[in-house]
């Protein structure tokens, strides 16, 4: 699968974004989705997750009650809305997808989300 991210840009702080992830290939259904995001200077870092139905999530606790993660199987796309943005959610969003349990083999190539305070 070929995944290619999309939506970051620069905000200011307490403001929002949505980013989205286009998948082509194989089954987009057939993969849990996840955005991880990586600071500079700072290891990457897992922000929220999706299973193939879209019914279950998990985020991260640095981003609960602000982001939200969804997908859309019928348009091979997952989304992350973003809220109450803050300075330290500066960094390169990254989607992924996982055949199995938590091993993300596919990856996007990157979007930044740069947070002005």
């Known amino acids: 699968v070929q995944l290619q991210a999309s939506g970051g840009g620069l905000v200011q702080a307490g403001g929002s974004l949505r980013l989205s992830c286009a998948a082509s290939?194989?089954?987009?259904?057939?993969?849990?989705m996840a955005w991880f995001r990586q600071a500079p200077g700072k290891e990457r870092q897992f922000v929220a997750a999706?299973?193939?139905?879209?019914?279950?999530?998990k985020d991260a606790d640095t981003v609960k009650g602000r982001f939200t993660i969804s997908r859309d199987n019928a348009r091979n796309t997952v989304y992350l809305q973003m809220n109450s943005l803050k300075a330290e959610d500066t960094a390169v969003y990254y989607c992924?997808?996982?055949?199995?349990?938590?091993?993300?083999?596919?990856w996007g190539q990157g979007t930044l989300v740069t947070v002005s305070s």
């Open positions: 290939g194989r089954a987009f259904s057939s993969y849990t």
């Open positions: 992924a997808a996982a055949t199995m349990g938590n091993d993300y083999e596919y």
């Open positions: 999706i299973n193939r139905s879209g019914v279950s999530t």
